[in-house]
């Protein structure tokens, strides 16, 4: 089963006045919809477009992986770990919120920056937070992670190149850019479906370059 959800259908959350601009795929803050809590370990997958001096004051996170994908511009990183990292496109960063971190993210750089999050719920709660930045991620390298048995592949395409979606009790496939086809459906930016169950699914790129993260899940 296939479930197609278009980027039009996401909830717009952020702050327009403190030049912060977030749509929401999944139930969150007051955007509250008991049908559309989660996918999996998957619990939220926002995109956020920050303007230059724009970000998101300190705030907590517990009982969470945090899964960033940076698309364009550059996200500064700050926690109460003593973690100060910079992300640019290309780069994975991940905090393990465990059983509880604090942590700033801002863009201190000249031009806007989106970027992609995506929560994941662990599959035991609890422990010591952990953070890590993984520069230049290749397609070829899937990014694990094992706290929530979910692997992140990023596929980056050429206009009628096809790659294959693993196959898994569940994927989650989101399109950063460009236009790709999956089975019968066309999708764009923002653009995302909740595979359940599927087999032999494979991506074609319609238009390049085209760039698209593919979550290979655990059923729970």
């Not at 393990?96 to 994941?120: C, I, K, Y």
């Not at 290749?138 to 979606?165: I, K, N, Q």
């Amino acid at each position: 089963m296939m479930d197609v959800r278009r980027a039009t259908e996401r909830y717009q959350g952020g702050d327009p006045v403190a030049g912060i601009e977030s749509w929401h795929a999944f139930s969150f803050g007051p955007h509250y919809d008991p049908d559309n809590l989660r996918f999996g370990p998957v619990i939220a997958c926002n995109e956020e477009h920050l303007v230059p001096g724009a970000g998101f004051d300190e705030h907590p996170h517990s009982h969470t992986e945090l899964v960033t994908w940076v698309v364009e511009g550059e996200l500064t990183h700050r926690d109460s770990q003593g973690h100060e990292t910079v992300i640019r496109p290309g780069d994975v960063q991940r905090l393990s919120s465990a059983a509880g971190v604090r942590h700033v993210e801002r863009n201190d750089g000249t031009e806007p920056l989106t970027f992609v999050q995506m929560w994941l719920a662990p599959l035991e709660p609890g422990g010591d937070p952990a953070y890590e930045t993984v520069r230049g991620i290749a397609d070829s390298t899937p990014y694990a992670v094992p706290e929530a048995g979910a692997m992140l592949h990023v596929r980056r395409l050429a206009a009628g190149e096809r790659t294959a979606v693993p196959d898994a009790p569940l994927a989650y496939v989101h399109v950063v850019r460009g236009a790709v086809r999956l089975g019968p459906y066309e999708l764009g930016p923002g653009d995302a479906v909740r595979a359940t169950a599927e087999k032999d699914l494979e991506l074609l790129a319609v238009s390049a370059p085209a760039e698209v993260l593919v979550w290979e899940l655990p059923e729970k």
